[in-house]
């Protein structure tokens, strides 16, 4: 399983970026319901879920954090996940990473977010880092 972010970069605050996930190396009947997720991980601070998706029913999480600024979505048929992130702001400046857990629609809805160990494999990170 290969997972590769891109669509990171520098922005101003209140600008808007859109990261992509695409995933590749598994078959829809290996991984029957599985959703990507999206975590952020700041320069001294622990990693942080964003934002998820179950790839069956399109079933969005996000964190309060970032409820009302960003947008998942999924093009299926690319097997590619999307995050539209508008109204940056600078405490949004992290690396963020997607992530691939095989078995998410068996454990969805999560009570505060999908944990990150559930989460099996991840993509490298793209930087996002916004200017006040």
């Known amino acids: 399983v290969q997972l590769v972010e891109s669509g990171g970069g520098l922005v101003q605050a209140g600008g808007s970026l859109r990261l992509s996930c695409a995933a590749s190396?598994?078959?829809?009947?290996?991984?029957?319901?599985?959703?990507i997720g999206w975590f952020r991980q700041a320069p001294g601070k622990g990693r942080e879920g964003v934002s998820a998706?179950?790839?069956?029913?399109?079933?969005?999480w996000y964190s309060e954090s970032v409820k009302g600024r960003f947008t998942i979505s999924s093009d299926n048929a690319k097997n590619t996940v999307y995050l539209q992130m508008n109204s940056l702001k600078p405490e949004d400046t992290a690396v963020y990473y997607c992530?691939?857990?095989?078995?998410?629609?068996?454990?969805?809805?999560?009570?505060?977010?999908?944990?990150?160990?559930?989460?099996?494999?991840w993509g490298q990170g793209t930087q996002v880092t916004v200017s006040s």
């Open positions: 992530a691939l857990d095989p078995d998410y629609g068996s454990r969805y809805p999560y009570v505060g977010g999908p944990p990150a160990f559930e989460f099996h494999y």
């Open positions: 190396g598994f078959t829809s009947d290996e991984f029957e319901d599985y959703g």
């Open positions: 998706i179950k790839r069956s029913d399109g079933n969005a």
